[in-house]
C-alpha cells in the first residue's frame, strides 16, 4: 500500500497494522534486553529438559513470525535458513518436524550472533509486510501478528524463568542482574478472609481484545459460596509448615506428589539454601536471605496442595479466582516492576491484595477445555489443545510477565511436579 491511496476499510486496517508493527518492534527489543546482561556462555545452557538455552528462545520466536506470517505472506520472502525450520521449531507437527526438546542445549551452531543475525532478517521482512500487506490478507496477518506478539511475551516470562534455572546450577551463585529492584521492607500482614457468593456464574474471555483459544468461550459455570484469602501465603507461613513436618507428614500429600518428594529429595522450595543456620534464596539478584513477609515462589503443586491441607483450607478453583479476580484492576508486581522477584504485600487495605504478579496462583482446576472449546484452524490449533491433559490451571501473572499480556481470564498451564515457574499460592475455603 505505501503511498497509494486507501480506501476507508483499508485505512482502519492499515492504522491497525501501523500500531502492530510498532508494538512488534518495541516487543523484539524487549526479548533482547532482557538477554543483554548474559555471557555468551550462558545462552547455550540446557539446565534440564524443560528449560531452553536463551538463544533458542530468540530464535524460536523469530522462527514463529517466519513460519506463519512471512512464509505465506510475504510475496518473494526467502528464508534465512531452511534448517532452521526443523531446529527451531517447538512442537507444531503438523507443520513440520520439530527438534526434539530435551536436545536443544546440543546445538551449539547456529551461534549467538547468526541468531541475533536471523531476528534482524524477520524484523526486516516484518516490518514490509506490515507496511505493505496483501490486501486480501490483511485481516489475517493483523491476527496472526497479535498471536506472534503474545506469544514472544510468553517466551519473555520463559527466558527469565530459564535463566533463573540454568544460574541457579551454578555454586558460585553468579547475579544476573545487579541493579533489579531491592525489594521494599514490610512486615506481614495478618491474614484475612473474604467471602464471595456463589451461583450461576460466567467465566472465560468474553471477546473484546486479544485473548487465547483456551480462554474461550464464556460459559456459565455453577460455584458454591466460597472464602478466599487476601494474600498470598508467605515464605514464613511456608517455613511453618516446613517446621511441622510437612515434608515428612505422608497424610498431608497427594499420592503422587508423596512418591515424587521421595523420589526427588524435596525438603523446601526450589533454590532455598540453608546456611550457617539461616534459609537463603536463589534469585535473579544472586543468594540472598529469605525475606519472609514475601510471598512463598517456586513450588509445585503437589507442594501448595499439601500446605493448603496443612492450613485447614484448600486451593481455589479456576473459578472462583476468576470470579474473585474480576473486581481487581489488573496491576502489581510484573515485569516493568523490575524486581524480578516476589515481594511483600505493601497494602493495608480491604480486599484482595497481590492477585496479579509477584507469582502465578496454582488453582484445584486441570487445564482442561472449557464447553464448547475450538481451537485454532491448522497447525496454530497445536498452540494449546493438545496439552489440555495432565496439567494444572495457573492463575494471575509473576513478576516476570509483561504487563500487557495479563488478564483475568489468562489460563497458565504447567505440569503438577513443576517448580521452576514462579508458582505460589493463595488460600480458599468453604463457608
Known sequence: MGNLAREPGQQAETAGLDDLLQRFQRNRATSEAICAPLEIEDYVIQSMPDVSPPKWHLAHVSWFFEAFLLVPYLPGYKPFDKVFDHLFNSYYETHSQPFPRARRGLISRP??????????????????????????QTLEIARRTELGLQHEQQHQELLVMDIKHILAQNPMHPVYRADLEPAPGAGLERLRWHDFQGGL??????????????????????????????????????????????????????????QMIQQQGWHAPLYWERLDGFWHEMTLGGLRSLDLAAPVCHIS???????????????????EWEIAA???????????????????NLSDADGLHQVYGDVWEWTASPYRPYPGFQPLEGSLGEYNGKF????????????????????????????????????????????
Open 201 to 258: 456464574c460466567e467465566v472465560g474471555h468474553q471477546g473484546n481484545g486479544f485473548a487465547f483459544d483456551c480462554e474461550t468461550p464464556r460459559h456459565r459455570q455453577f460455584i458454591e459460596d466460597f472464602r478466599l484469602a487476601n494474600r498470598l501465603v508467605s515464605n514464613g507461613e511456608y517455613l511453618s509448615f516446613m517446621a511441622d513436618g510437612g515434608y515428612a507428614r505422608a497424610e498431608l500429600w497427594l499420592s503422587d506428589g508423596w
Open 111 to 136: 551461534g549467538v550472533q547468526e541468531v541475533l543475525r536471523y531476528r534482524a532478517h524477520v524484523d526486516r521482512a516484518m516490518g514490509e509486510l506490515l507496511t505493505h500487506p496483501p490486501r486480501q
Open 388 to 431: 489440555m491433559s495432565g496439567q494444572m490451571v495457573l492463575r494471575g501473572g509473576g513478576c516476570a510477565t509483561p504487563a500487557d499480556h495479563i488478564r483475568v481470564t489468562y489460563r497458565n498451564f504447567f505440569p503438577p511436579s513443576a517448580r521452576w515457574q514462579f508458582g505460589g499460592l493463595r488460600l480458599a475455603k468453604e463457608i
Open 326 to 344: 474480576s473486581s481487581v484492576a489488573v496491576e502489581g508486581n510484573l515485569l516493568e516492576s523490575d524486581y524480578l522477584h516476589p515481594i511483600a
Open 301 to 319: 503443586f503437589y507442594e501448595a496442595d499439601a500446605y493448603a491441607r496443612w492450613a485447614g483450607a484448600r486451593l481455589p478453583s479456576e473459578a
